[in-house]
């Protein structure tokens, strides 16, 4: 069972994979002072992105983990439920039907609280190589005398000479060479308004 931060997190690895692996034909002229950077090639191809997935599947098969007993359970319990409908008790028959809508209730809400946290994990983890490549972009765009930056994620197609996403994942991988290890975060509680 995926959750959804992570299914979005390998889709833009892809997107960002096949935007930097687009065809080498010909593009117009450079135009000076204009910048772009793929900002999801920069968190699929950066040592620290790739800590950072590794560490989201093993946060996952966790999950996956703690959350299979009681899928087994909930399965064989409705099976023997279905199979006994004749044989159990109407009395018992209903209340072994409640405690397995109760279980499946606790179930869920352990499912939608742990996707949470994978997800929560996720963005800081995300915001944490963020942090580390914002300085060195800046760098690059004063170094390269960039007037304006663009995310390659909203530009269709650009001349490659100014593409800052190679330099930024060099500097990246120097400055931050893996995420310092993690775990499973919870999600902090929200202030009641």
């Given at each position: 069972?995926k ?5 979005a997190f ?9 935007a930097?692996?687009?065809?080498q034909?010909?593009?117009?002229p ?12 920069v ?7 790739q800590?950072l ?10 999950v996956?983990t703690?959350l ?12 023997a439920?279905?199979q006994?409908?004749?044989?159990i008790?109407?009395?018992q028959?209903?209340q ?8 499946i ?15 929560y994990t996720l963005s800081?983890?995300?915001q944490t ?14 170094e ?6 663009l995310?390659?994620?909203t530009?269709?197609?650009a001349?490659?000479?100014m ?6 994942i ?5 400055a ?11 999600v902090?509680?929200q202030?009641a308004?």
């Open positions: 069972m959750t959804l931060a992570f299914g390998a889709l833009a690895m892809l997107a960002g994979s096949a930097a692996a687009q065809d034909g010909n593009f117009g450079a135009l000076p002072g204009v910048c772009f950077y793929h900002h999801d090639r968190l699929a191809v950066s040592t620290a992105g800590s997935i590794s560490g989201i599947q093993r946060i996952q098969q966790e996956d703690e299979q007993p009681h899928a087994q359970y909930i399965q064989g319990e409705v099976q439920l279905q006994g409908r004749t044989t008790p109407q009395d028959l209903a072994r039907e409640q405690a397995v809508n109760q279980r209730q606790d179930a869920r809400a352990l499912q939608q609280t742990r996707e949470n946290e994978v997800r800081v983890q995300r190589i963020d942090q580390a490549a914002d300085p060195i972009i800046m760098a690059l765009y004063t390269r005398g960039c007037g304006i930056l995310r390659a994620e530009v269709m197609r001349n490659p000479q593409d800052l996403t190679e330099a930024v060099q500097r990246l991988n120097a931050l060479p893996t995420l310092p290890a993690f775990s499973r975060m919870a902090p509680a202030p308004q």
